[in-house]
């Protein structure tokens, strides 16, 4: 059949990227659908990246919302064939889904239709799991719920942070469209439905659920703070009333520190690259943190050993500003 009529909906970097990577390849974009930069501060949008540039440079329609939200108004008049949705996060509406002549297609990442939702990225690092799945799929109503077009693994290594997973499930993304493209429409009608009876859902991440509990394992504190690394709010802890965010940590050395008692929390020792902790097993390493806003790691050394014999507390915020340990 000739090229589908596409509308195009992203409002964050992952769908720039792949919009640009779809047109580099010769696909046809009718229009794009998109946010403002003040829409996307007031939905806290992360990733948030300005796709009218793109527009412009290719000539491509764009249509700018002002809410996040998208209706069959915003659609236009004309016989349209597929949407494309991709760095967009609110559900899209049956009614506009319907109004495409072979529906939506969407993606997502996890191990389907286990971790269906939200935060896929951060969830899949925090839960150990060395691997995920990027999948388009047919898009519907729900979240991440629709027959799977096209799919292909991603492996999750120990360096990885949520950052560079990111950037790997983008361009993945990106080859996974143009190929469900490339086989359109036989793609879409020869879906392979998900099992939905054995669905798990992933809740919203907030920034309250950083806390960094100590008494966990090294392995699981470099998961959690890895998982929660740029550009998302970081994971945190407290050090006499005051709260840290840790953006960088590492395994130290399971042999050191095993002489002594094991106090989870206490800053066992300054290095030139930060400082090493104890944890519910091994001594894991800070290299990159910040207290109240300020650079502390990396530091000057002589700053460093100021904290050596502190302990780092696990707490979150009360509405009255209270600090409360979290509980194990």
């Known amino acids: ?48 990246c300005d796709v009218v540039p793109v527009c412009r440079k290719y000539g491509i329609e764009v249509v700018v919302l ?7 108004g915003h659609l236009g008049g004309e016989p349209l064939d597929l949407l494309i949705v991709n760095g967009w996060n ?13 529906g939506g297609l969407g993606v997502h990442a996890g191990h389907p239709p286990i971790g269906l939702g939200r935060a896929p990225l951060p969830w899949n690092i925090i839960k150990g799991h060395e691997d995920l799945e990027v999948y388009v799929f047919r898009l519907t109503a729900q979240a991440d719920d629709g027959d799977i077009v096209a799919r292909f693994p991603v492996e999750i290594t120990a360096l990885d942070t949520a950052a560079t997973l990111y950037e790997k499930v983008m361009w993945r993304t990106a080859i996974l469209f143009e190929t469900a493209l490339q086989e359109f429409p036989r793609a879409l009608l020869e879906a392979q439905a998900q099992d939905l009876r054995f669905a798990i859902h992933y809740e919203k991440r ?23 690394t740029h550009p998302y709010p970081g994971a945190y802890c407290y050090l006499d009333g005051v709260r840290w965010t840790i953006w960088e940590c590492a395994p130290f050395d399971r042999f050191s520190f095993r002489e002594q008692q094991r106090v989870p929390g206490e800053v066992l020792l300054a290095l030139p690259h930060g400082l090493v902790v104890a944890t519910g097993t091994s001594p894991i390493w800070l290299t990159e943190a ?28 009360t ?7 979290v509980s194990g």
């Open 66 to 72: 002002d809410r996040y939200n998208i209706e069959v």
């Open 90 to 102: 609110r559900l899209i509406a049956g009614s506009v889904i319907e109004r495409f002549r072979y």
């Open 290 to 317: 910040e207290a109240e806003g300020k650079v502390v790691i990396p530091g000057d050394l002589e700053a460093l050993r100021s904290f050596v014999g502190r302990c780092f507390t696990t707490a979150i915020d």
């Open 206 to 228: 907030e920034p309250k659920d950083g806390a960094i509990d100590f008494r966990w394992s090294c392995r699981r504190i470099h998961d959690f703070v890895r998982a929660q």
């Open 319 to 325: 509405a009255d500003g209270t600090i409360v340990p």
């Open 1 to 48: 059949m000739p090229h589908p009529e596409i509308v195009y909906v992203t409002c964050c970097d992952n769908g720039v990227f792949g919009l640009e990577y779809l047109l580099a390849c010769g696909v046809s974009i009718r229009r794009v659908i998109t946010i403002p930069p003040e829409v996307a501060r007031q939905a806290n949008v992360s990733g948030y």
